[in-house]
């Protein structure tokens, strides 16, 4: 019954050029495929996202953002508001994702703050949640993603939780090589269902899709994604290749 997801998250690669041509070859690619329930998302920086909405309109493939602002509108130079955002043609937007937690110090009050900000707007949101390594070693993984859930998100109603995706993202997995194994993956994910399923009750934790997200490539997406409570993937650097990205949204 849940919805079946792979985002690409672009981060901040490729220039206008590179990212309207990978959008295009993944686009064409996937008007001759069925994708079935799959659904596919591409996050993009935010220079790219009105063109390459423009290039999506017609298929099958959703736009989404890597972030948006802590505010509304006003005097925030250099900021982009999740209205701006949604403007593009966009649906979705990525918020609390390690790197924007780690360099630019997003607690999460914060990313709360934009979450609501982009629930207003009218995206979805593709929340991130997940543990360093030495939260891990120190065996607090479990502690942590639910603080995480916790203040982040648990302030949504029900009905607003239908606007959200969690993705598991171990971080050091992230960009690293090192992959949480899929029983580690279906580990966490089974847990942040039941901590959903403890808050807002046995529908809401079914549909929501749980993704995994670090260092995901062809060839270890299949054996991730035959986890019971592990409903898709966001990828990072296999997303910036097409053949790559199109072999895991297939082994989904
Ligand atoms: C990410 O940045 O969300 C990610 C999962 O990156 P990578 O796939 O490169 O580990």
């Known amino acids: 019954m849940r919805k079946k997801i792979v985002a690409g998250n672009w981060k901040m690669n490729m220039d206008l050029t590179e990212g309207l041509k990978l959008a295009g070859s993944i686009d064409n690619y996937f008007k001759e495929k069925p994708l079935g329930k799959a659904g596919v998302i591409l996050c993009t920086p ?72 982009a629930m207003n707007a009218g995206l979805k949101v593709i929340f991130c949640c997940g543990e360093v390594l030495s939260e891990r070693e120190a065996k607090k993984h479990f502690i942590i993603v639910k603080r995480q859930l916790e203040e982040g998100l648990f302030s949504l109603t029900e009905e607003q939780m239908d606007n959200i995706i969690v993705a598991y993202e171990p971080v050091w997995a992230i960009g690293t090589g090192l992959t949480a194994t899929p029983d580690q993956a279906q580990e966490m994910h089974q847990y942040i269902r039941t901590l959903v399923k403890e808050k807002y009750g046995n529908d809401c934790a079914k549909k929501l899709p749980i993704l995994y997200g670090g260092s995901c490539k062809p060839s270890n997406a299949a054996e991730i994604f035959s986890k019971p409570d592990v409903d898709g993937g966001l990828i990072g650097g296999a997303s910036l290749k097409k053949d790559d990205f199109v072999s895991i949204v297939e082994a989904l």
């Open 46 to 117: 935010f220079i790219h996202l009105a063109s390459v909405s423009e290039i999506l309109k017609h298929g099958k493939i959703a736009l989404g953002a890597q972030n948006c602002a802590s505010e509304a509108s006003g005097a925030y130079t250099g900021e982009v508001s999740a209205w701006m955002v949604k403007s593009t043609g966009a649906e979705y937007v990525i918020i609390g994702h390690s790197e924007r937690r780690t360099y630019y110090h997003e607690d999460d009050k914060l990313l709360n703050k934009k979450t609501l900000l």
